[in-house]
């Protein structure tokens, strides 16, 4: 016979399970107010798009991880998905622009320091600059064919 308290146990206990699946990946951050938007020159056709995944990923704070650890930023990217971005901000002049260089070997040695960084350490113009590389699925005339990494989360976007 179930006692009592394994009755109520056996009735909760599914109910906080099913719960916890609406209420998406919890992310370590600041509790302080979120940060300010990036000065990255996104697209027009872009800019709610990002804002709506940076505040329902991270609450719009850029150095946010989430308990796990694997999902880093204010768009919760894996530091696989950030890295492999680099290629593609060197290539589409992302790097250059930041640096304020056109040397390509410099592109490339930042580009480099960057993998060898945790993402979430990032300034903001560059996780954007991933976040769009990514987004647009590394063609410039493909927009928005990488949206599939930010498909699912607490909200739609």
């Given at each position: 016979?179930?006692?009592?308290?394994?009755?109520?146990?056996?009735?909760?206990?599914?109910?906080?399970?099913?719960?916890?699946?609406?209420?998406g990946?919890?992310v370590?951050?600041?509790?302080?107010?979120?940060?300010?938007?990036?000065?990255y020159?996104?697209?027009?056709?872009?800019?709610a798009?990002?804002e709506?995944?940076?505040?329902r990923?991270?609450?719009?704070?850029w150095?946010s991880r989430?308990p796990?650890?694997?999902?880093?930023g204010?768009?919760?990217m894996t530091?696989e998905?950030?890295?492999?971005a680099?290629?593609?901000?060197?290539?589409r002049g992302d790097?250059?622009?930041?640096?304020?260089t056109?040397?390509?070997?410099?592109q490339?040695?930042?580009?480099e320091?960057?993998?060898?960084?945790?993402v979430?350490?990032?300034?903001p113009w560059?996780?954007?600059?991933a976040?769009r590389?990514?987004?647009?699925?590394h063609?410039?005339d493909?927009?928005?064919s990488?949206k599939f990494?930010?498909?699912?989360?607490r909200?739609?976007c």
């Amino acid at each position: 016979m179930f006692k009592r308290r394994d009755m109520q146990a056996a009735i909760i206990l599914p109910l906080i399970l099913a719960g916890s699946v609406f209420m998406g990946t919890p992310v370590e951050a600041s509790h302080e107010e979120p940060a300010k938007a990036s000065t990255y020159p996104l697209p027009k056709y872009y800019q709610a798009y990002e804002e709506c995944v940076r505040l329902r990923e991270s609450n719009g704070h850029w150095t946010s991880r989430n308990p796990s650890r694997k999902y880093l930023g204010a768009y919760q990217m894996t530091q696989e998905l950030a890295n492999g971005a680099t290629y593609w901000m060197v290539k589409r002049g992302d790097i250059a622009r930041y640096l304020g260089t056109g040397n390509l070997k410099e592109q490339r040695e930042f580009a480099e320091m960057l993998r060898s960084s945790s993402v979430h350490t990032w300034d903001p113009w560059l996780q954007t600059a991933a976040f769009r590389r990514t987004l647009d699925g590394h063609a410039k005339d493909q927009p928005w064919s990488g949206k599939f990494h930010w498909a699912g989360g607490r909200w739609s976007c």
